[in-house]
């Protein structure tokens, strides 16, 4: 019984870990569809779409996100930030955010880890990424 204890107690929190990457990864191909889409919509339009509500798409982004897709999967939220001109932000001009709520900080900081590139925030349970 001591053995089954010890495993189960290396098991459950490597499992955690592997379950918590899966997410961060699912987190990032959204945020590459959503970066696509908005630079789809940049590129056709010369504008950026308006800034949305936590969780909705912003309309004009629609038609560019595949079928299914939804600004609030199971473990997070998403956010377009868009500004009407470049913003300076960590030393970067910055067109938008796309923010993240995860629903556990860890994932967040997971996500952030996770991330190839300088332009990403990561506070407690919020992941931002600017879009320059």
């Known amino acids: 019984m001591t053995i089954l204890g010890i495993l189960v107690n290396i098991a459950i929190p490597a499992t955690t870990e592997v379950r918590r990457r899966a997410e961060a990864a699912s987190i990032l191909g959204d945020h590459?569809?959503?970066r696509t889409a908005v630079l789809d919509y940049y590129a056709e339009t010369g504008q950026l779409p308006n800034t949305s509500a936590l969780g909705v798409a912003p309309p004009p982004l629609?038609?560019?996100?595949?079928?299914?897709?939804?600004?609030?999967?199971?473990?997070a939220s998403y956010i377009w930030i868009g500004y009407?001109?470049?913003?300076?932000?960590?030393?970067?001009?910055?067109?938008?955010?796309?923010?993240?709520?995860?629903d556990d900080p860890k994932l967040a900081e997971t996500v952030a880890k996770t991330f190839k590139g300088s332009n990403v925030i990561q506070a407690g349970a919020i992941v931002l990424f600017l879009l320059g």
């Open 32 to 34: 590459g569809v959503i």
């Open 62 to 75: 629609v038609p560019s996100l595949p079928g299914g897709f939804t600004f609030r999967p199971n473990n």
């Open 84 to 102: 009407p001109t470049p913003t300076v932000i960590l030393g970067q001009p910055t067109i938008g955010i796309i923010g993240v709520l995860c």
